[in-house]
């Protein structure tokens, strides 16, 4: 009874230690992702800020041309046959 007891009070502590360990290295993980936005933001001060909507091309004057396809070309490799 009393290494059974021993042995399941092991596992709680270990438990616990492995639970606060996860919590730590959360901890250390979010920092670090925190640490990089602030470098990146500080790093390109002259960017304006992305919005969500897409920017719409300058409308021309030129009415579009239409685009013709491209005529299909025959293959040259072994066009002759005087072998």
């Known amino acids: 009874m009393g ?3 021993a042995s399941l009070l092991g596992l709680v ?3 616990i ?3 606060g ?3 730590v290295i ?3 993980v979010r920092d670090g ?5 602030r470098r990146r933001s500080r790093a390109i001060p002259s960017q304006p800020p992305q ?3 897409p920017v719409q091309p300058p ?3 030129q009415p579009a041309q239409p685009v013709q396809p491209a005529k299909p070309t025959q293959p040259t490799v072994g066009a002759d046959s005087s072998d």
Do not use: I, N, P, V
Request: no cysteine.
């Open 33 to 37: 992702m925190l640490e990089a936005d």
């Open 59 to 61: 409308q021309s004057s």
């Open 17 to 19: 230690a492995l639970y």
């Open 13 to 15: 502590f270990t438990g």
């Open 3 to 5: 290494s059974a007891l």
């Open 21 to 23: 360990f996860y919590w």
């Open 26 to 28: 959360r901890l250390a």
């Open 51 to 53: 919005s969500s909507q």
